[in-house]
């Protein structure tokens, strides 16, 4: 029984490139949820999907960041053109669909970013 | 605006003794509380949850406890072990449909043999 897989673990960018994170939730969960944390920080919230939707991006930096899960296919986090400050990890989470009870998030192990 | 708020950067106890972790939040609609506990270069693991509608819930050697007049709740571990050192999150899940959770900034525990 896999839990939150993520890849690649570790990725290095220099600056201007692109960066794509994978995550494949749990099975049976419907529900992706991304997560960034930089150094010394608690991790903050950046956009929940379900399968085809966007569902919260309040947590989106407005320009470069893009969110995606697919029909098939695991969730991607997009960064385009990457700057020293996206050097973080980004953990991805996931639940399964709420039925009238809180669902507890699991997480994956994370995509440790740094731009060079 | 830290809605959750873990006051104490890291806590160093001996193996054996009790372990407690507090956390404060500001938000009076939090009505679910999760312990997230992390080690080094992994993923948080899910470790005990409370509904407000509880003042205390255990699980092992684990246990969390809610004052929600104080808007307080900490996590007791006893007995503490080795093992358990790693960081600790507290966090929230936010109202109004989207469940996103809102954490803490984390205590380093430190068991010392």
């Known amino acids: 029984n896999a839990g939150v897989m993520q890849n690649p673990r570790h990725l290095v960018r220099r600056r201007g490139q692109e960066a794509r994170l994978r995550c494949s939730p749990m099975?049976?969960?419907?529900?992706v949820y991304w997560y960034r944390q930089l150094p010394e920080e608690g991790l903050k919230f950046m956009v929940y999907?379900?399968?085809?939707?966007?569902?919260?991006e309040s947590g989106m930096p407005k320009e470069r960041f893009s969110a995606e899960f697919p029909k098939e296919g695991p969730s991607i986090l997009r960064i385009q053109q990457v700057v020293r400050g996206d050097s973080a990890a980004y953990f991805c989470?996931?639940?399964?669909?709420?039925?009238?009870?809180?669902?507890?998030?699991?997480f994956g192990p994370g995509t440790r970013l740094l731009v060079l | 605006d830290q809605q959750v708020k873990q006051n104490s950067p890291s806590l160093s106890v001996q193996e054996g003794r009790i372990s407690i972790l507090n956390c404060d939040y500001t938000?009076?609609?939090?009505?679910?509380f999760l312990w997230y506990k992390k080690y080094p270069a992994e993923g948080p693991t899910f470790l005990i949850s409370?509904?407000?509608?509880?003042d205390k819930n255990e699980d092992g050697r684990f246990t969390v406890f809610l004052n929600k007049s104080a808007k307080h709740l900490s996590l007791h571990i006893v007995p503490s072990q080795p093992g358990d050192s790693a960081v600790y999150f507290c966090?929230?899940?936010?109202?109004?449909?989207?469940?996103?959770?809102?954490f803490g900034k984390g205590t380093k525990l430190t068991v010392n043999p």
């Open positions: 966090a929230a899940p936010t109202q109004g449909g989207s469940e996103k959770l809102v």
């Open positions: 099975k049976g969960h419907s529900h």
């Open positions: 409370i509904s407000s509608i509880k």
């Open positions: 999907l379900q399968k085809e939707n966007i569902i919260d």
């Open positions: 989470a996931s639940s399964p669909l709420a039925r009238g009870r809180r669902e507890t998030q699991y």
């Open positions: 938000n009076s609609m939090f009505d679910y």
